[in-house]
């Protein structure tokens, strides 16, 4: 099903975001992830179900049928499967076909999202879930959004890992030139990168002046923490140049990318902030402007996947001081990848070898 190119560069054994848990309902929901074509819905307990998105019948699509009677009733034929992927009803028919079913992914709700977890079902522990507490901790007060973007989720790495595009990308909302001018400290740990950025004694950008209501001159910084496959999340904040760091308002930013093809992602965002958390309109600024600043990035991420073609993009022939960080995170996306395809051919070897006893 998968080219070489496109299976080497995914993680399969994490969880990813499928969904923004309000927007999965009792009704089919369409969406592929790593080249698979996945429907997904709620059933009529409100357990999130997903399983692929192909009749086992004659391979139509299952997402263009509907729910009838909790079960999935395919719209071609009219078979019914049920949320375990097993085929319970056939028209005209009481024998149901062992091979009436279709595979179905773990899933799980959690912090304001519903997960995925495409590999090895076995391994799907819930614990693995990214920490994203913000978007639902009592707190903080969150808003959030989606976009689909036509690039390799990389890229989207790389852009969060490199925030000095902030300076002329972003010059409309949360960024101004003293950002690309502050150097970056870059931090991998184990399993991490973190980049990590001053700025002092800056204009503030348009952003921070109506977010945070400071006029002057600024103190800011942002750190984006990267854990593997696609968290990145983005601790920033601010406070007034004559004032001491007590003063900051602070804000978490959660970025969750969940790969669709070899060249497009699905984008989940999430704005947390601990400071005048009530304050609605504030909430709805917060939501609108970055919306209106991740448009930018989609668009630079498309055209910057137009202009590499296919799924270039790990070879570029010139980094700079502040490519540390996507190359860092580059390095253990690729550590994982060839971790899982590994433990994959130990599996293959020993079934190998299982068959050759068994045929002895
Ligand atoms: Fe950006």
Redesign the pocket.
């Known amino acids: 099903m998968h080219g070489k190119d496109t299976a080497d560069m995914w993680i399969r054994n994490a969880w990813y975001v499928a969904a923004f848990s309000n927007d999965l309902q009792h009704e089919l929901l369409a969406r592929t992830f790593m080249g698979e074509a996945v429907v997904m819905f709620r059933d009529t307990a409100g357990r999130a179900i997903a399983m692929a998105d192909k009749c086992p019948h004659r391979g139509v699509p299952l997402s263009l049928g509907k729910l009838v009677d909790g079960m999935v009733r395919c719209t071609y034929h009219g078979i019914r499967i049920n949320s375990e992927g097993q085929c319970k009803h056939i028209p005209c028919q009481a024998l149901i076909p062992a091979q009436a079913r279709v595979a179905t992914y773990p899933v799980a709700d959690k912090h304001g999202f519903t997960w995925i977890w495409m590999g090895d079902a076995a391994q799907a522990d819930a614990a693995l879930i990214p920490d994203v507490h913000w978007m639902d901790d009592a707190a903080w007060t969150a808003c959030g959004g989606y976009h689909h973007v036509g690039a390799d989720y990389q890229l989207m790495n790389d852009?969060?890992l490199d925030?000095s595009?902030?300076s002329f990308?972003?010059d409309r909302t949360?960024g101004n030139e003293a950002v690309a001018e502050a150097p970056v400290k870059t931090v991998v740990n184990a399993g991490e990168v973190r980049v990590h950025r001053d700025i002092f004694n800056c204009e503030p950008p348009p952003f921070y002046i109506k977010a945070t209501g400071f006029t002057d001159r600024i103190n800011r910084w942002h750190t984006t923490i990267f854990t593997p496959p696609s968290f990145n999340l983005i601790e920033n904040g601010s406070y007034p140049a004559n004032a001491s760091k007590d003063h900051a308002l602070e804000r978490r930013v959660i970025h969750l990318t969940t790969p669709e093809t070899a060249t497009s992602c699905h984008y989940f965002w999430g704005v947390a902030r601990a400071y005048q958390r009530d304050d609605a309109a504030l909430t709805e600024f917060i939501r609108q402007q970055s919306s209106n600043?991740?448009d930018?990035?989609k668009a630079?991420l498309e055209a910057q996947q137009r202009s590499l073609g296919g799924t270039g993009g790990s070879a570029f022939p010139v980094s700079l001081c502040t490519d540390i960080g996507p190359i860092q995170a580059r390095k253990l996306v690729q550590k994982r990848v060839a971790q899982e395809q590994l433990a994959q051919a130990s599996v293959a070897v020993v079934q190998t070898a299982g068959l050759a006893h068994a045929a002895s």
């Open positions: 852009n969060l925030l595009h902030e990308l972003h949360i600043t991740f930018e990035d630079m």
